[in-house]
């Protein structure tokens, strides 16, 4: 099994790529996806999350009020931290059931937006950062997401820098061109890939 951690910056079209290495047969595992799956209606997680925090950040068709809930934890590091004690070992469960279900010679990619901030890059064989100029994340924001170029730059600035992030590659998308570019740089990372797991 050949684990990759996968990673990029608010807007570099990290998730094309994601996409993209599913495609090709890679067994991926999104963090954020599982976060949320594992409050959603129904779960023991909600009904913990409820527990905690009280009824008001349910929506009333039961589901969990996510800005209700970012705006009590956010202001507040004490309750964060309870929300992340609730949530980790969830979807960390959930993670590690996913890599006992993938087959032994799998490529399993991990899509961690924040691998270089939490210092994740020696959990992985390989690590891929998709990259592009920021000021081409701040457009593709705006066209994409409707996103104010302050509150782009914003979001930029808090994750980890350009540099910081190309500082932990093994390997690096570029992504400033046409999707057909794209495609044919993921081919070539995957053929890679495909070799780096057969020497195992």
Partial sequence: MLKIGLTGGIGSGKSEVSRRLAA???VVIDADKIAREVVEPGTAGLARVVAAF???VLRPDGALDREKLGSIVFADSQKLAVLNGIVHPLVGE???QLQADAPGDAVVVY???LLAENKLAPMHDV???VDAADEVRIRRLA???GMAETDAKARIAAQASREDRLAVADVVIA???SLEELDARVAEVWTDLLRRGARG
């Fill in 24 to 26: 090709h047969g890679a």
């Fill in 54 to 56: 009280g009824e008001e």
């Fill in 94 to 96: 959930r993670v590690a």
């Fill in 111 to 113: 899509d961690v937006p």
């Fill in 127 to 129: 690590v891929i950062v």
């Fill in 143 to 145: 066209e994409h997401r």
């Fill in 175 to 177: 992504n400033e061109g």
